[in-house]
DNA sequence: GTGCACAGTGCAACCGTTTGCACCACCGCC
DNA sequence: GGCGGTGGTGCAAACGGTTGCACTGTGCAC
């Protein structure tokens, strides 16, 4: 290839024009960079003048291949979910990741994706050419075998949310859904509330899943029965919840006094179906939503909502992955951390009979 | 360093592992994988089968550094801003930007940076570490230095809104900021408006002088005074709004009849300041926002918003920025995208006298 | 039968760093 | 004055790919 480097665009010193001028081998100038090696003052001195008149700075990808690191770790982000903008879960996630990889001198790295599945193949993608450090992997339809093929792959992983089955090995930082939404039941029935519905989401989702049996469990130690048409899955979006309201209002003797939502855009369509029929919230039914969006403030009345940690999920996340990268191993154990029920003025004692 | 590799964490096979095993040449390897080359069917046969057996991808890195690409374009964010999650600015120019990015094959590198004079660092630090082929850079308090000092700095690199002064060289992409507030103004002047306030946020950021200019243009064409109490700058939050009440109505006789917002935020403050003078909108006053952020449809009354097409303007960057890399030039010209002005409740004719 | 084009593969230099080891000079100590 | 220790620097082999060029063999035209 001889003169590869010949009539490139953008030809930028390297270390050895930075040798050559100050008079010094390559090494030294790699040396002086680095930081960790004893070099004399005035050694120093030279080559950070030449560095400085040629406006050097070390290539980040050739160092990266010396030291087989790159300073960087990355996610997959499906960007063409459409309530990406609309849900706090991604955005929020990423501000965590961002503050922790900023403050330890990392890079986020975003792949994007269009479903599922090739959320996989772009993480196997990042994993396997080496892309990236570490990964942290946010999708909450994870099976059994795709763990085992993430694991497979060398680099330190953390998952956002539980692995599906018994998983020991694998890192990850998850919020107490359960828990949360146990409480969220709990204090709707402290309010007074019996008829209790869950409107939920896609059911082939963990988080789902979890959320469905904190309220399961709130019902069933406060020895109340769960009718079936109380729980709707609906869908992740406004009209999720405007649907659920007819759904659940089939009979009206029945019919629930309070909803709890699995994110606030379904509370949305909750509050607008419940206006159409001329009923109250909070007088004669409570709303409940998730995720404390910017919006449960203005909604009108103003949303309770239950605050997911995504943030603090994503700074975790990105601790853990980061301390195990530096100490050469992989992340290991789990984070588990706290929602906040945030009471605004859609929740209050159900009406008297 | 001799035998460096031994013993190392994660040995992952290489080119001349997969070469040894099909008995071909490594070179032969990687122009099976690079795919623009003539290599006969049985041989690339026989190199997919061992690559297949031992797990191998190329590693991205080895490959960048040879190829002097990296497939990666960069964005700095201001992770500490607290609007982050309540603006729609950077999650949808992100959303735009990793739409493009991933139809090309190319990833998104996101750097972190606290302040303004730290973004700047920061995207040095990418240009010049070469850890990115092109860098947006999505600043709106851009001084003529700073740019020259960006443009000075080999790589490709497109602006999000326009350049300070004239720098003809530099590629930008910007909505009509200044067409689009002429526009919502004449819109409220054809509803019958004759006093109209303009709720502004930081003056230094170019974007709010741009939106200014186009309101005080609108009101010039139509021959309508300004009165220097009407124009408030407060700042890009709820807050900004609400105190912008009070100091546009110290003479109730010359108070506004219609105020547009730099953001939803100071829209919503307004709303509230309004509503808590007993104001109606919009059968009193009427409110324009901007952004059209998801609460928008959410506010009583719905809010009449203008919509900034930061989506499109994160994928016209990416676009300008891939397609500049690949022709191994740089990004040139400049596109401006329009905004589009989304009528809700919130405005309406002014009352009669 | 010779010449030629071209498909297909190997060779080796190169991308720009890092770092183990060798070496040299100097210092202080006995 | 010899000698061990050490601070400072050079040497050269990695890291894992890519690619210009040389070379071989085959098919085809003349």
Redesign the pocket.
Same mark, same amino acid.
């Given at each position: 290839?001889?003169? %590869?480097?010949n009539g490139r665009r953008g030809n930028?010193p390297?270390? %050895?024009d930075v040798a050559a001028r100050a008079r010094?081998?390559?090494?030294?100038v790699? %040396?002086v960079?680095?930081g960790h090696?004893?070099?004399?003052p %005035?050694?120093r001195q030279r080559v950070l003048e030449a560095a400085q008149a040629l406006n050097f700075r070390?290539?980040a990808i050739?160092?990266s291949?010396?030291?087989?690191r790159t300073q960087t770790i990355a996610l997959v982000v499906p960007h063409v979910f459409e309530g990406y903008f609309q849900d706090a879960f991604f955005p929020q996630l990423m501000a965590g990741l961002l503050a922790v990889t900023y403050s330890h001198g990392y890079r986020l790295l975003l792949g994007g994706c269009e479903s599922y599945s090739d959320e996989i193949v772009q993480i196997l993608d990042i994993l396997r050419t080496r892309q990236a450090d570490g990964i942290v992997v946010a999708s909450s339809r994870l099976d059994v075998d795709t763990v085992g093929e993430l694991q497979r792959q060398a680099p330190p992983l953390v998952l956002i949310g539980h692995p599906p089955a018994h998983h020991p090995d694998v890192a990850w930082v998850d919020a107490d859904n359960q828990a949360a939404t146990r409480e969220v039941v709990e204090y709707l029935i402290r309010l007074g509330h019996r008829r209790i519905a869950y409107v939920g989401g896609d059911p082939d989702n963990t988080v789902v899943k979890e959320r469905l049996e904190g309220y399961r469990e709130a019902m069933a130690r406060a020895g109340l029965p769960v009718e079936a048409h109380w729980i709707d899955y609906g869908y992740f979006a406004e009209d999720g919840g405007y649907q659920a309201v007819a759904r659940t209002r089939v009979k009206p003797e029945r019919a629930p006094t309070a909803y709890y939502a699995g994110n606030d855009l379904m509370a949305v369509g909750l509050l607008r179906g419940l206006r159409e029929r001329g009923l109250r919230v909070p007088q004669d039914v409570s709303v409940v939503g998730t995720n404390d969006s910017p919006e449960a403030r203005h909604l009108t009345p103003e949303l309770t909502s239950l605050r997911v940690p995504y943030r603090e999920m994503g700074a975790a996340a990105a601790e853990m992955l980061i301390q195990a990268i530096q100490e050469g191993g992989r992340p290991r154990g789990h984070r588990l951390l706290s929602s906040k029920l945030v009471i605004r003025a859609s929740t209050g004692p159900p009406p008297r009979r």
């Open positions: 290839m001889a003169t %590869r480097n930028r390297t270390i %050895r010094v081998h390559p090494s030294t790699s %040396r960079f680095s090696a004893q070099i004399s %005035r050694t070390p290539n050739a160092r291949l010396s030291v087989q």
